[in-house]
């Protein structure tokens, strides 16, 4: 079952590798217009390795705010 994380918003992300430009294309292309935060790729993955979660097989869920 692949979790398949969009872009997230990190701390070290500004200073690496994110630039103005990059974050206007993915407010551009991305249904939700905000950045996607660590604690929502968590919640994901918690639900996924609880209870909650037992009956999901075989599917992609992708957290990337519609982006892809």
């Known amino acids: 079952m692949p979790f398949l994380p969009g872009l997230v918003k990190a701390e070290r992300q500004p200073s690496k590798w994110w630039s ?3 974050e206007a294309g ?3 292309d991305q249904a ?3 950045r996607i935060l660590p604690e929502e790729f968590a919640q994901m993955v918690l639900f ?3 209870d909650d979660g037992a009956a999901c ?3 992609q869920f992708m957290v ?5």
């Open 26 to 28: 993915t407010m551009r």
């Open 64 to 68: 990337d705010g519609g982006r892809f």
């Open 57 to 59: 097989t075989a599917q």
């Open 48 to 50: 996924l390795a609880a």
């Open 32 to 34: 939700i217009k905000r």
């Open 20 to 22: 103005p430009e990059g």
